[in-house]
């Protein structure tokens, strides 16, 4: 059992604020998801095209990873932090121009701006957690705060069911989404101004130091035939927790696009009934993330990420069968399972990289691409019958099943 502390208590302020912003950028991701199926309705696009909307979303954390990590060595966590939050605010601001003019590529130009706004915070805020204590706790850290991440992608399903499908019609739904994004707006305007009075205590990066990692398991040590001086690409474990992040992210926004989709074509369920089952789905996934930061007391993180990838693939074969109640309660199940992948590979990627965390946390959050390039195949076959789609995530779920058992380990090639 890691003996190591949590953290200190004179990162406690900073940590609890930070921990918070995993919350609200959730909100927004999450809310994306439900905008997909309104814009199917509203703006009368195919499924297909809707799936644009997480192309918008996270073809900015590919084009905004290195800026943002650029920033963050050249001025520090907090100015990232308020950099990402003015980005998110602005983001949400254009909803309202977006949804006078009634335009899907309006609405796409928000989400993009918005986005770069949650893409910098990610780049920013694991590091900055994962700095806030001792390197043989990372994990624990950046999933405990990933938690609140959970619980933020629960409330916007809630928010979405609520505000977004619960208009009585096109233009006062259209009036909903601009209402609702413009207190998002003011919300987090409102967090970079108190963050800007917030001191954050010096901080010495964890990663930086060579410590012999202990496994959370029986006292196993990870190899670390490792040059920290290297350049990234021949990090192997790095390397392949890019490869595993952009699967990961590809099964997850495929997962979440359609989820409505499915509750509304398979279960036969209203938009509204099957946005709050989705938030039920986020539920799972902070539940567990919290099961998953116990679990990492006892057991090494990456063999918790193979389990928990391993029963994704076989909840998707059950899924994809359409065996009524049986397959939906899988899709829900999915998110219980996805909730420890893209915190627990951004951990271990980080390890042993020295100086180079900054940059290396860039492109962690670049692999979100793969979000984008995926939701629109899955929305093709969607068109035909959205049960089959979910047949794609498992060739992701493969891949990190590699990252998690074999490719993790620090390592430089030669």
Same mark, same amino acid.
């Given at each position: ?28 991701? =999450? ?13 009368? %696009? ?19 990873? %290195? ?5 963050? $060595?050249?001025?520090?966590? $907090? ?53 806030? /204590? ?5 994990? @624990? ?10 619980? *933020? ?6 928010? /979405? ?32 101004? %108190? ?22 398991? +029986?006292?196993?040590?990870?190899? =670390? ?8 690409? $021949? ?36 938009? =509204?009934? +099957? ?45 994809? @069968?359409?065996? /009524? ?18 915190? =627990? ?6 390890? $042993? ?5 900054? @940059? ?10 793969? *979000? +984008? ?42």
């Amino acid at each position: 059992m890691n003996s190591a502390k949590f953290t200190e208590k004179k990162y406690i302020i900073v940590l609890s604020f930070v921990t918070s912003l995993f919350f609200f950028w959730a909100i927004a991701l =999450t809310m994306g998801d439900v905008l997909n199926k309104h814009f199917q309705n509203v703006l009368h %696009i195919s499924k297909a095209k809707s799936g644009l909307v997480q192309l918008s979303i996270f073809g900015a954390y590919a084009l905004m990873g %290195i800026p943002a990590g650029l920033f963050m $060595k050249k001025f520090g966590y $907090k100015k990232g932090v308020i950099l990402g939050l003015v980005l998110f605010a602005s983001g949400a601001f254009l909803f309202v121009p977006a949804a006078d003019n009634s335009s899907f590529t309006f609405f796409r130009v928000a989400l993009f701006i918005l986005a770069l706004g949650m893409a910098t915070l990610e780049t920013v805020a694991h590091p900055f957690v994962a700095a806030l /204590g001792d390197e043989r706790t990372s994990d @624990q850290r950046v999933n405990f705060a990933q938690s609140f991440n959970g619980l *933020g992608a629960i409330m916007g399903p809630l928010l /979405g069911g609520i505000f977004i499908f619960g208009g009585s019609g096109e233009d006062s739904s259209l009036d909903s989404v601009k209402s609702l994004y413009t207190w998002i707006g003011v919300i987090v305007l409102v967090l970079a101004i %108190i963050f800007f009075f917030i001191k954050v205590p010096e901080l010495k990066d964890p990663h930086a130091e060579e410590i012999e990692l202990a496994e959370h398991a +029986a006292g196993e040590n990870h190899e =670390t035939v490792v040059d920290s001086s290297a350049p990234l690409w $021949k990090q192997k474990h790095f390397v392949w927790a890019v490869v595993a992040q952009f699967f990961n992210v590809a099964a997850q926004g495929g997962t979440w696009a359609f989820f409505i989709n499915y509750g509304v074509e398979k279960m036969h369920f209203q938009e =509204t009934e +099957a946005s709050y089952y989705f938030s039920l789905s986020m539920a799972m996934m902070m539940i567990g993330r919290f099961i998953g930061t116990f679990l990492m007391k006892y057991i090494a993180p990456n063999k918790v990420l193979a389990i928990f990838t391993a029963c994704n693939i076989v909840l998707c074969l059950i899924i994809s @069968q359409s065996f /009524g109640w049986v397959s939906f309660i899988s899709l829900i199940l999915l998110n219980l399972f996805l909730s420890v992948m893209y915190p =627990t590979i951004f951990s271990l990627g980080l390890k $042993k990289l020295g100086g180079k965390v900054a @940059q290396a946390s860039s492109f962690l959050v670049m692999a979100m691409f793969g *979000g +984008a390039f995926f939701t629109p195949i899955m929305g093709v076959i969607a068109e035909k019958d959205v049960a089959h789609s979910y047949l794609l995530p498992i060739i992701c779920y493969v891949i990190i099943v590699l990252f998690a058992l074999k490719f993790y380990k620090p390592k430089t090639s030669k």
